[in-house]
């Protein structure tokens, strides 16, 4: 005798689906974005260490994540956390904050920002702009302008990225302690 349960009836509703529900369903059981962001903040507070630990790595990884230093942001996270008392995973996260799909704009906003700091005359860089003969026309001067941007963004980043993470981790570890999250 063979029973039918919930998960065969789930399972054959399936077959008879249109394509194009078929389409949808996936990222309506994902959840999309949100979901995405859940995954991560639980990443970061269910790390095993102290509260203080894992802020102070992640600001670590978002200064170094921030600088407009790609081939050694996650070197430096992790140096500036181990010099820190960092925790090192949540450093390598950290730097994550600069990614593939904002990396353009935050290199133009760090440009922007440390040409109106040194002291010498750069010509305005457009995106489509943005190749690496022309970076290398403008030389040192380029590198300084978006390196003092890139401490200019760097620092307010770092010190926003400590006080959430330390403020989402303590708050974590509080309602599980008292019984408010199933985790």
Same mark, same amino acid.
């Given at each position: ?8 009836? /789930? ?24 979901? %995405? &962001?859940? !995954? ?25 994540? +921030? ?16 010099? &820190?008392?960092?925790?090192? $995973?949540?450093?390598? +996260? ?6 593939? /799909?904002?990396?353009?704009?935050? !290199?133009?906003?760090? %440009? ?15 995106? *489509?702009? +943005? ?7 403008? *030389? ?5 302008? /978006?390196?003092? *941007? #890139? $401490?200019?963004?760097? &620092?307010? #980043? ?7 993470? &330390?403020? +989402? ?9 008292? #019984?408010?999250?199933?985790?």
């Amino acid at each position: 005798c063979h029973t039918i349960t919930n998960n065969t009836l /789930l399972k054959d509703s399936h077959r008879h689906m249109d394509t194009e529900a078929q389409i949808r369903r996936p990222a309506a059981r994902r959840g999309g974005v949100k979901r %995405y &962001f859940r !995954y991560w903040h639980l990443r970061i507070v269910r790390i095993q260490a102290s509260p203080y630990s894992i802020a102070m790595g992640m600001a670590a990884g978002v200064f170094a994540g +921030l600088l407009p230093i790609i081939p050694a942001q996650m070197a430096l996270a992790l140096v500036l956390a181990f010099f &820190f008392r960092g925790n090192k $995973l949540a450093a390598l +996260l950290g730097t994550w904050v600069s990614n593939p /799909l904002n990396v353009v704009p935050q !290199y133009m906003l760090c %440009y922007y920002l440390g040409s109106a700091m040194v002291p010498f005359d750069l010509p305005p860089l457009e995106a *489509g702009q +943005l190749d690496m003969a022309r970076v290398l026309d403008i *030389g040192w001067e380029f590198s300084a302008a /978006l390196l003092s *941007g #890139g $401490l200019l963004v760097a &620092f307010p #980043g770092a010190c926003a990225a400590y006080v959430l993470s &330390f403020k +989402l981790v303590h708050a974590y570890r509080l309602r599980k302690r008292c #019984g408010g999250v199933t985790a």
